[in-house]
């Protein structure tokens, strides 16, 4: 059975520094990796995701991951935050042998951006 | 956008009452998701459908049943609901196919009195 944990559930930091939201997963097999983000009372929207080939994926707002098979690890990186990246954030992941129809995700990491 | 409605979006019920709450997708994707969303808990898997009439139960199901009579709308139901159903609940579809990448509602809160 998959799991993901991610290490920190609340992260502040300052507009315009650098910040890192950790998320590590368990599996048996090979994996598909998805980071979601929830803004405040709104439902969740994909991120960004790893499926195959490169393993540096990057969103349209600046913010990127890398999966790290060694390490079980997809941390997402942002190298300057904006007060509008202020959200809840979501890693997931799924088996990518068998057909699974699931995704297990993490209890989620707060990003408060401080002006 | 990937067409979910959820209705209601808020809803206050009291304990040991009915409630249904409704997921309507107007793509036609396969599989369709309900979870709960608590604070320090993430996303829990309550049930899903992988076709109409083709349910199977997630973590955290038990007081909870579902039915997908049409592809469109998946229905989640708290046949009698308690304080601990407090919550919100998001739908998700599957628009990925293998890669299971899931798309969701803007989710219904309920608040069991």
């Known amino acids: 059975a998959q799991s993901v944990t991610q290490l920190d559930s609340q992260v502040p930091v300052f507009e315009e520094a650098p910040v890192e939201l950790r998320c590590n997963y368990s599996?048996?097999?090979?994996?598909?990796l998805f980071w979601y983000v929830q803004y405040p009372n709104q439902g969740l929207q994909l991120l960004l995701k790893?499926?195959?080939?490169?393993?540096l994926v990057e969103s349209i707002n600046g913010f990127e991951a890398e999966f790290n098979k060694s390490q079980t690890s997809f941390h997402l990186r942002k190298p300057s935050v904006h007060i509008s990246d202020t959200a809840e954030y979501f890693c997931?992941?799924?088996?990518?042998?068998?057909?699974?129809?699931?995704?297990?995700f993490g209890k989620g990491t707060k990003l408060t951006v401080n002006p | 956008d990937a067409g979910i409605t959820q209705s209601p979006r808020h809803k206050v019920t009291e304990t040991g009452t009915p409630v249904t709450l409704r997921c309507h997708q107007t793509e036609n994707h396969r599989y369709m998701y309900w979870y709960r969303q608590d604070p320090g808990h993430g996303l829990r898997l309550i049930h899903y459908s992988y076709g109409v009439k083709d349910t199977d139960k997630g973590e955290v199901s038990d007081g909870y049943s579902v039915s997908r009579s049409k592809t469109e709308d998946f229905l989640l139901t708290l046949e009698s609901a308690t304080s601990s159903q407090t919550s919100v609940y998001f739908c998700?579809?599957?628009?990925?196919?293998?890669?299971?990448?899931?798309?969701f509602g803007p989710g219904t809160r309920l608040t069991v009195l």
């Open positions: 599996s048996s097999v090979s994996v598909y």
């Open positions: 997931a992941v799924s088996e990518a042998q068998g057909g699974s129809e699931k995704l297990v």
């Open positions: 790893y499926l195959s080939g490169s393993t």
């Open positions: 998700a579809i599957n628009a990925g196919g293998a890669y299971n990448e899931q798309f």
